[in-house]
């Protein structure tokens, strides 16, 4: 679950705690549950609810975070801002997605954000089922008028989104959107905007959490030194990323539960047996949290690579000293120890490869 958070003086006093009244029509179950994210720590409430489908949960947080309403058999999950007032859900469990929730000014504006982006989201569907339908008639212009609308609509929700920050400083939706937003590609943008983030805002913890990731994308920059870490491998041997130095090295991250990572391994396998006579060496940095399943994998694959982890899941120290939320993702290390190339899949590793390497 995604947690977004801001300064208690923009929603109310904390002592106050929050109470959120709800009625579902229709709701036949005995309880609800209602889960949050404070600090990085989960915390899960559940109630009891009326035959009526009324419900009443309580409760203090030091700062507002998302949360989800949910039953037992999650054919419901509903997100909403959770802050320290009383909020209101109302609707028929028959269509969970028209459920409203109404309450603080957070609130409000998470809604016009999210209608905004689903509004754009639904365009970018519809231009590319149009385009799929041109395709299926022969139609190959009006086929890439509509890819290229397509495209151009699914940026948009970045600017989307680098637009509500900008015009919302004080918002501690503003941090939490710029925290997943922000990228190499547009980090000096998304510098400029922390820095017009009211004060508040950036002292709360996601605040902080910008700050940090800002960092770090600086560090691992194309042309950056890369930074050293120790590891352990299948076999609990320590694994030191310096001691490949003066060898091109593809750093990969990868975990054993990830899909397009999995897909991925057929592509990045053909490459190691092309190049690595050439001097490529791979170091692949795995997410698990489970050491069966992540050595499974390497089996199953056929990986014949380095391979490390702390078994720490999403917390992997290294992937948080790389700023990697993501994966699968790679960077492109130079004898010489700096990052040159990253997130080359597919073909364009084998062009990035065979030109540094042939």
């Known amino acids: 679950m995604v947690f977004i958070l801001f300064g208690t003086q923009l929603f109310g006093n904390p002592?106050?705690?929050?109470?959120?009244?709800?009625?579902?029509?229709?709701?036949?179950?005995?309880?609800?549950?209602?889960?949050?994210?404070?600090?990085?720590?989960?915390?899960t409430d559940t109630v009891q609810v009326k035959e009526d489908g009324s419900f009443v949960i309580n409760g203090t947080i030091p700062e507002p975070c998302v949360a989800m309403l949910f039953n037992s058999k999650q054919r419901l999950q509903r997100l909403f801002l959770l802050d320290n007032s009383e909020i209101r859900i109302q609707g028929n469990i028959d269509t969970p997605a028209q459920i409203t929730v109404t309450g603080s000014k957070s609130q409000l504006e998470y809604e016009m954000l999210q209608t905004e982006i689903q509004n754009?989201?639904?365009?970018?569907?519809?231009?590319?089922?149009?385009?799929?339908?041109?395709?299926?008639?022969?139609?190959?212009?009006?086929?890439?008028?509509?890819?290229?609308?397509?495209?151009?609509?699914?940026?948009?929700?970045?600017?989307?989104?680098?637009?509500?920050?900008?015009?919302?400083?004080q918002s501690y939706l503003s941090a939490n959107q710029l925290f997943y937003t922000v990228v190499e590609q547009n980090l000096d943008e998304c510098k400029t905007l922390y820095e017009a983030l009211s004060p508040n805002v950036k002292q709360s913890y996601v605040g902080k959490e910008v700050a940090e990731r800002l960092e770090t994308l600086e560090k691992v920059k194309i042309g950056r030194s890369v930074m050293d870490f120790t590891q352990n491998d299948t076999l609990g041997n320590p694994v030191h990323l310096s001691t490949y130095k003066g060898k091109y090295v593809l750093l990969e991250f990868w975990a054993s539960w990830c899909g397009p990572c999995r897909a991925e391994g057929p592509n990045l396998l053909k490459a190691y047996e092309k190049f690595k006579d050439k001097g490529l060496i791979i170091v692949a940095v795995s997410l698990d949290k489970d050491a069966g399943l992540w050595k499974k994998a390497i089996k199953d694959d056929h990986l014949p690579w380095i391979h490390v982890s702390d078994l720490k899941y999403s917390k992997n120290e290294v992937a948080q000293q790389y700023g990697v939320h993501a994966v699968p993702a790679n960077f492109l290390i130079s004898p010489d120890g700096k990052i040159i190339a990253k997130d080359l899949r597919g073909e364009a590793l084998h062009e990035k490869l065979a030109k540094i390497l042939n």
Request: aromatic share 8%.
């Open 15 to 43: 002592k106050n705690g929050f109470i959120v009244k709800g009625k579902l029509s229709g709701y036949k179950e005995s309880t609800i549950c209602l889960a949050y994210i404070i600090r990085g720590a989960q915390k």
């Open 120 to 169: 754009n989201r639904t365009k970018v569907i519809t231009a590319s089922e149009q385009g799929e339908d041109a395709g299926k008639k022969g139609d190959q212009i009006a086929q890439k008028q509509y890819k290229q609308l397509s495209d151009s609509l699914y940026r948009n929700e970045k600017a989307i989104i680098l637009r509500f920050i900008k015009q919302h400083p």
